[in-house]
Nanobody, 125 residues
Framework: QVQLVESGGGLVQPGGSLRLSCAASGIIFRIYAMAWYRQAPGKQRELLADITEGGSTNYADSVKGRFTISRDNAKSTVYLQMSSLRPEDTAVYYC???????????????????WGQGTQVTVSS
């Protein structure tokens, strides 16, 4: 079974930095795009950044220039480096990944989107 496990959330002062990590585990054939989202209370989940298998990135305007997404394919891990944090960045942060798993019985692969459990980031003085 594939799992995504996030870490690195916490409480930080305005202007501070945090780095989130999200590691995929299980019987994985291939990991395609990986991404970070967040959801604040009473708001819809927002896509912040995504990164392709080859390392191409896209960012939401709200975090461009402040957040950096990266990945280590050897570790099946995606990171989100967050700097110049603001109170409005307070939310639960989720990672996602498009992961292919292989059935060696039927020799077919299936690609599905998997989600992490979420990690709380609170920006407050």
């Amino acid at each position: 079974q594939v799992q995504l496990v996030e870490s690195g959330g916490g409480l930080v002062q305005p202007g501070g930095s945090l780095r989130l990590s999200c590691a995929a585990s299980g019987i994985i054939f291939r990991i395609y795009a990986m991404a970070w989202y967040r959801q604040a209370p009473g708001k819809q989940r927002e896509l912040l950044a995504d990164i392709t298998e080859g390392g191409s990135t896209n960012y939401a305007d709200s975090v461009k220039g402040r957040f950096t997404i990266s990945r280590d394919n050897a570790k099946s891990t995606v990171y989100l480096q967050m700097s110049s944090l603001r109170p409005e960045d307070t939310a639960v942060y989720y990672c996602s990944a498009d992961i292919a798993t292989m059935s060696y019985k039927t020799m077919t692969s299936t690609t599905s989107k998997y989600w992490g459990q979420g990690t709380q980031v609170t920006v407050s003085s």
